[in-house]
Structure formats: C-alpha cells, structure tokens
C-alpha cells in the first residue's frame, strides 16, 4: 500500500471499490463531498485518501503500481469526480460522502474510514 499515510489510502481504496461494486462496476461521475471540520478536508490529498479512493472507483488493487497516478487514469476513464469541502454534519473525523452516477442511475454513500491496515 501507498504512503504517506497507508491507512488513509487502503481505507479511501475500499471506500472506493464498494463505491465501484455498488454502481454495477460502471461510473460516469462522483461526486466527493468532505467534512470542513473532520480531517479530510486538509489532508485528503497529502495523505493519500484521493489517490486511494480513485484507485478503488478505478477497480484496483492497494498494490498497484498506478495509484500515484489514479486521478489522471480517472480521467482516462471517462469519469468525471469533483471534491467539495461541505458541511455535511459529520459525526466522525473521516467521513466520505459519495454521489455516484451512470447511464442507468444515481446511488448515493456514507463510508466511514476508520484505517486501512
């Protein structure tokens, strides 16, 4: 698993591949929607959780060699993922907030990260 923080990662990545599982494995757009008074909303991208949670909506594994580069092979793929730091009333520190779409619907999940290891 990737660093800086393996733990913010491996859990973004399995977020990520239920997001994937829960949507058929087909994904036009997601939308990320942070907490501004969890953690998320300053480190998602220094620790790692982006690159996780676009390995996983990609189907990836935490081992693969691509995840550095997950944002650009989510674009690749056709999906189009915004991040939005919202006040989403939050009761843990590390709290996603996903709107998934694709041509046969829109689903919506609240993941949890509570570690990856």
Same mark, same amino acid.
């Given at each position: 698993? %990737?660093?800086?923080?393996?733990?913010?990662?491996?859990? $973004?990545? *399995?977020?990520g591949?239920? $997001?994937?599982?829960?949507?058929?494995?087909?994904?036009?757009?997601? *939308?990320?929607?942070?907490?501004?008074?969890?953690?998320? $909303?300053t480190?998602?991208?220094?620790?790692?959780?982006?690159?996780?949670?676009?390995?996983?909506?990609?189907?990836?594994?935490?081992?693969?060699?691509?995840?550095a580069e997950?944002?650009?092979?989510?674009? /690749?793929a056709?999906?189009?993922?915004?991040?939005?730091i919202?006040?989403?009333? $939050?009761?843990?520190?590390?709290?996603? *907030?996903? %709107?998934?779409?694709?041509?046969?619907?829109?689903? /919506?999940?609240?993941?949890?990260?509570?570690?990856?290891?």
């Open positions: 698993m %990737r660093g800086p923080s393996s733990s913010h990662c491996a859990a $973004a990545l *399995r977020i591949r239920m $997001a994937r599982d829960l949507m058929g494995g087909q994904i036009d757009e997601v *939308r990320i929607q942070l907490d501004p008074h969890g953690s998320l $909303a480190t998602h991208t220094s620790q790692g959780s982006d690159m996780g949670l676009f390995g996983g909506l990609l189907g990836w594994d935490a081992t693969d060699e691509r995840l997950s944002a650009e092979w989510l674009k /690749r056709g999906i189009t993922a915004s991040i939005e919202v006040d989403i009333g $939050a009761s843990h520190p590390n709290t996603y *907030r996903l %709107r998934l779409k694709n041509t046969t619907g829109t689903h /919506r999940l609240t993941a949890l990260s509570t570690g990856g290891g």
